[in-house]
């Protein structure tokens, strides 16, 4: 079985605690590994958490704050460290390229690791990507940022039952799905719609139509909630969400579980913060850094 | 009384352990505070160690090497984030002024602190700092490296049983120190001569003779020892010490005591490499993250 699971390896935005190292994530998806965000420590993190630099296939920045890719050059001259055969497609805002190059250059070391460079511009961005497309949309915070959105094309699920009422058996399974019939028998007639997974990383941003346009239907929506109820008005200055305001982008959105992150450090307990997310979204957890989060399984296919 | 202490905030080289973080130390020296070789993930060490920006007055980059400077944005901004009101001097090697601006500008951020740059050009670089005096020499490394020496001047240390016999006391005893004299009575006769202390701060480098400069008769020596003596052919190579090496630089130069640190990640246990440079140069101990080294006391004044 595939694995799709979704590794946090910090939680903290603006600074650092004892217990949440800045930002960074690892999404895990079959063959890929996305690495969303890598601020400062993201590198020793991945130590922690059991993802090595070989894991990683595609890093994505959402913007040029520095709790969002202060790790960026460490990871990059890892990759090369460590010998990272494939190459690594970056994605960010085209209009942070100043910022990546520094990033990417930032000290002198042999680059043997191969990068490709994919800087978004536009409102909307689709990249075919293999297995998923990923998709980034213009968010609303003081730089320009770009959510993120995986989806994995709708496909069809193979019933047994019906397979053995058509006789559909052998390798003959294999060719229907492939060519779509076998004889009179249809794929149609012997399976049912598989809705494919779906996940959204929304950060940096304040509540805006593209927020949720990202999370629509996703599976797992990953979300910053950096300030509490008591601290919206901060919020709203400085570009940022309420817990609340992302369970409400995950309930106008469909999202089938929410998961908060990017807390403030003004917060040492994130657990009123959960509550209010609650209110409005009850399938919501607060990420802790080095948690490893399933992508939730497929929803049941539509008989 | 004034607090001399190194604070280490990580010890490994090339690569980060999950017990080791990259290179950082900030010497705190009376209210001063230089912090070394910021590596990635230095920010949030500070906070482990109970270090805050505001102690910071001094940043000192031996080179540009990832390994001992991508925690300096993070660094960098943090002074601008936490308001550090007073100016914070940066030495590095001028040949890396680029290096340096890209992770002064790795990221957009509100610069509020002052940043005054003394980048170090030539052999030998003194430079008078208040209560100390800052040398810096080239090392011999593949890119260009400066190990730090700090120098405390002479001083003479006051005698209460002198004082008594001169018959010396109340204000004259704070003017004898600042004017030498008080009618027939001399700073002299109611004192000796009190070494001042020293510190020595080597990393990467191959063995040369200004290693052994820096080192000469420093109360404390942290140098660095990325490998064991299995390895001296790789230390070599690459430009680095041996713990014994660094031992034999301790023991030529005169030191007293000898920390070592910037280990190898191919070496879970340090004991061998600490038992090593040992046999040359006894009163060695191995640092630790996190750990707090006083600045041994002063030599005992000759009679």
Redesign the interface.
Known sequence: MSTREFVVLGTAS?????QR??NGYLLRWDGEGLLFDPG??T??QM??AGVAAHDITRICVTH???DH???L??VL??LS?DRVPHPVTAHFPASGQH?FD??H?????HEAAVLVEHPLAGEHVHTPAGPFTLEARRLSHP?ESYGYRVVEPDGRRILPERLAAHGVAGPDVGRIQREGRIGAVTLEQVSVPRPGQKFAFVMDTRRCAAAVELARDVDLLVCESTFADADADLAHEVGHLTAREAAAIAAEAGARQLLLTHFSQRYPDVGPLLDQAREVFPDTVAAHDLDRIPIPRRRPAPE
Do not use: D, I, M, Y
């Open positions: 603006q600074a650092p605690t004892r190292n800045h400062e420590g590198q020793r130590l922690h040029f704050h520095g890719c202060l790790g050059p460490g001259q890892r460290l910022w520094r990033l250059h930032a000290t002198a070391f730089v």
